[in-house]
């Protein structure tokens, strides 16, 4: 089991920066691939960055691309989502999620993360 805390969301104004950090604990953390995905308030939740195993590789959504960066400090156990140029269509609760099958083809796919955290509201005042 791996059990994940998001933590650093709140209230920012457009054009703002916040940092999100998400915990886990439990199996060892530098064998998952992590995501971040986010939903919006009627809408699914979707993709927006994930990161591999030892953060080699990392993916993003297309809006996303250039002002949010997906992170991770296996040392801490901790992923991180450093967000600048915020836009108020970014806001949503987002969640970190994790996987021990973490694919290129796959990565953005919610069915493909075994375990997720409770989120985190990000809300982006224009």
């Known amino acids: 089991q791996v059990q994940l805390v998001e933590s650093g969301g709140g209230l920012v104004q457009a054009g703002g920066s916040l940092r999100l950090s998400c915990a886990a604990s439990g199996r060892t953390f530098g064998n998952y691939g992590m995501g971040w995905f986010r939903q919006a308030p009627g809408k699914e939740r979707e993709f927006v960055a994930a990161?591999?195993?030892?953060?080699?590789?990392?993916y993003y959504t297309d809006s996303v691309k250039g002002r949010l960066t997906i992170s991770r400090d296996n040392a801490k156990n901790t992923v991180y989502l450093q967000m600048i140029r915020l836009k108020p269509e970014d806001t949503a609760v987002y969640y970190c999620a994790a996987t021990f099958g973490f694919s290129a083809r796959t990565y953005a796919q919610t069915n493909s993360y075994h375990y997720w955290g409770q989120g985190t509201q990000v809300t982006v005042s224009s």
């Open positions: 990161i591999s195993w030892i953060g080699g590789s990392t």
